[in-house]
């Protein structure tokens, strides 16, 4: 499904054959969970493929590191242009990107000083479908920032979102929904939340969730579109009682939410200001922002 027979991955400083490519067993990042990660996509467009936001999600990624200790021997630009070169040397325009650092053997429990540089990429459409989703508040509480820096993207925090996407998957559900250590609404397994209530959106500010780039991009077309966003905590009681909801994410760009724990949201997702936004979304991603303007 990643790759086949000729697909390359940036690895460790060359372009490598992606099924060629391997890891140490003994790596303190497959022990301990140390390693950063990010996701970015590339969209084709009329001037070839284009990453949306690389720039935001390389700093993030690079500070991610810096956070944990791990030293990345790239420059953001250095980053930036691997990724299109990666892309080009395997034919995609349109692709999931997933750059990887990961770190060397030890056992000892200081982050280790050799990194491992993966960066891969392969074809994957919006991959929760486009049908509205059922969401499960799950029982496992999101991590705690004095816990583990929560704005970071690390690798070993992905067992918390698993066993949320488990649990409600095993209960029928096709997403998971997290709440913070005090019982408020903080994130996705790997996705922002908000709710759209009398013609205002909602989120939860940043401190318990990753602040993602998706997110960044919403509020910037609720400005433009003169749609308010408030950031604060809420319960779960506001969500039962919202218009729509949905979730944003770089894998899952915009995705509608039908139902939280059983409860149907009133409005039809086509006749919310979120579908607005989910439509301006896919414009700006295949640089179509301009489309409706005619050029005299
Ligand atoms: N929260 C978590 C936990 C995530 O893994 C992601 C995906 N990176 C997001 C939010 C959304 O971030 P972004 O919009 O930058 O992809």
């Not at 919006?126 to 486009?130: T, W």
């Not at 179509?288 to 489309?291: C, G, N, V």
């Given at each position: 499904m990643y790759y086949q027979s000729q697909t390359l991955i940036f690895h460790n400083g060359k372009f490598t054959q992606a099924h060629q490519a391997g890891a140490h067993l003994y790596s303190q990042s497959l022990h301990y969970g140390i390693g950063v990660l990010d996701g970015l996509r590339a969209y084709k467009t009329n001037e070839g493929p284009q990453i949306f936001k690389a720039f935001e999600h390389y700093d993030r990624f690079l500070r991610s590191a810096q956070k944990i200790g791990i030293q990345i021997p790239y420059t953001l630009e250095e980053l930036v242009q691997l990724t299109y070169r990666l892309l080009d040397r395997n034919h995609l325009d349109s692709a999931y990107i997933r750059p990887l650092a990961y770190v060397g053997?030890?056992?000892?429990l200081e982050t280790s000083s050799e990194t491992h540089l993966m960066i891969a990429a392969w074809p994957w459409e919006?991959?929760?479908?486009?049908e509205p989703l059922d969401v499960k508040i799950s029982s496992y509480q999101r991590l705690h920032p004095k816990s583990v820096p929560m704005e970071a993207k690390i690798t070993g925090y992905y067992v918390n979102s698993v066993l949320a996407m488990n649990e409600a998957k095993q209960a029928g559900f096709g997403a998971t929904l997290l709440l913070d250590g005090q019982g408020f609404v903080a994130e996705g397994a790997a996705s922002n939340f908000f709710y759209e209530k009398e013609g205002c959106l909602f989120t939860p500010p940043a401190g318990n969730i990753l602040p993602g780039i998706t997110r960044a991009t919403v509020f910037d077309i609720a400005a433009e579109l003169g749609i308010k966003v408030i950031e604060k905590l809420f319960g779960p009681e506001a969500v039962y009682q919202a218009d729509t909801a949905f979730f944003t994410g770089t894998a899952s760009e915009i995705a509608a939410i039908k139902s939280i724990d059983g409860h149907p949201f009133p409005k039809k997702w086509k006749d919310t200001m979120a579908a607005e936004i989910q439509r301006k979304y896919h414009q700006r991603v295949l640089l179509?922002?301009?489309?409706h303007y005619s050029i005299i």
């Open positions: 053997a030890n056992m000892e919006n991959f929760r479908g486009k179509r922002d301009y489309d």
